[in-house]
């Protein structure tokens, strides 16, 4: 650990350790992780959120963000 995070060490023992794998995952199980994380960060960006105002120009952040790094090129 570095000399900079010496003030976190009475912090540390209090958080949790994660075990490594027991065996090396498969590229098949890693293609479904990813996959269902795309699909949940899919599900949320299309899901409003409660007490939130619908865009009002009607400007996606998406066709924007798309927009000005096609323009850059």
Do not use: C
């Amino acid at each position: 650990m570095g000399s900079s995070l010496v003030f976190l060490n009475p912090i540390l023992h209090l958080l949790p350790e994660v075990a490594p794998p027991s065996r090396p995952l498969q590229i098949r199980e890693k293609l479904v992780w990813a996959g269902l994380a795309l699909a949940f960060f899919f599900i949320m960006y299309n899901v409003s959120a409660v007490g939130v105002k619908p865009n009002v120009n009607n400007s996606d952040f998406l066709q924007v963000v798309t927009a000005i790094s096609q323009a850059q090129k």
